[in-house]
T-cell receptor, first 114, second 116 residues
Framework: AQSVAQPEDQVNVAEGNPLTVKCTYS??????LFWYVQYPNRGLQFLLK??????LVKGSYGFEAEFNKSQTSFHLKKPSALVSDSALYFC????????????FGSGTKLNVKP | GAVVSQHPSRVICKSGTSVKIECRSL??????MFWYRQFPKQSLMLMAT?????????EQGVEKDKFLINHASLTLSTLTVTSAHPEDSSFYIC????????????FGPGTRLLVL
């Protein structure tokens, strides 16, 4: 079965410290990988995606993510967290054999404290 | 670019009534639009995929007669919740893709539905 796991419901970091939000997946083939951010009562905003090429992908607002094929992971990272980064983050995976299907992780709430 | 809007942002209705939610792609034509439902503190659940000019494809467990989807043009898809019940209360989010198979989906801001 296809699945996306975000093992942490919540991540707490201090402003200025690096942050990591974890994502692993179990999807057949070489899927496309995404990160989205959701602010309260808002839709999802696209952050970044991995299709092919360099394993380190840079996205919006200083975020980046590293694709690791052997570990089937796509962790989201940022070198220095901001209070305004506090939000709900979703990892999503799109199988290459079903372009219309997105599999979302359960979401990780990021809390950045001043 | 790639902005998706939803209307209304919030709606309260009485049980038994029908509610229509609009999803528009503002600066691009969307061949495919998607409707999701999100419960509190949970992830998004895909309800259906709609392609312009054809019938929507519903996910397993989603009642197509209850959640009517119409994708009449390349910039508009509507979701109508018919005979709404309190358990239909949820956050409904649409997304749009530039073309069939296009890898990135762009999401609307969501519609909060409360059925009394």
């Amino acid at each position: 079965a296809q699945s996306v796991a975000q093992p942490e419901d919540q991540v707490n970091v201090a402003e200025g410290n690096p942050l990591t939000v974890k994502c692993t997946y179990s999807v057949s083939g070489n899927p496309y990988l995404f990160w989205y951010v959701q602010y309260p009562n808002r839709g999802l905003q696209f952050l970044l995606k991995y299709i092919t090429g360099d394993n380190l992908v840079k996205g919006s607002y200083g975020f980046e993510a590293e694709f690791n094929k052997s570990q089937t992971s796509f962790h989201l990272k940022k070198p220095s967290a901001l209070v305004s980064d506090s939000a709900l983050y979703f990892c999503a995976v799109k199988p290459v054999n079903n372009f219309n299907k997105f599999y979302f992780g359960s979401g990780t709430k990021l809390n950045v404290k001043p | 670019g790639a902005v998706v809007s939803q209307h209304p942002s919030r709606v309260i209705c009485k049980s038994g009534t029908s509610v229509k939610i609009e999803c528009r792609s503002l600066d691009f034509q969307a061949t495919t639009m998607f409707w999701y439902r999100q419960f509190p503190k949970q992830s998004l659940m895909l309800m259906a995929t709609s392609n312009e000019g054809s019938k929507a494809t519903y996910e397993q467990g989603v009642e197509k007669d209850k959640f009517l989807i119409n994708h009449a043009s390349l910039t508009l898809s509507t979701l109508t919740v018919t005979s709404a019940h309190p358990e239909d209360s949820s956050f409904y989010i649409c997304s749009a893709a530039l073309s069939r198979g296009q890898e990135t989906q762009y999401f609307g801001p969501g519609t909060r539905l409360l059925v009394l």
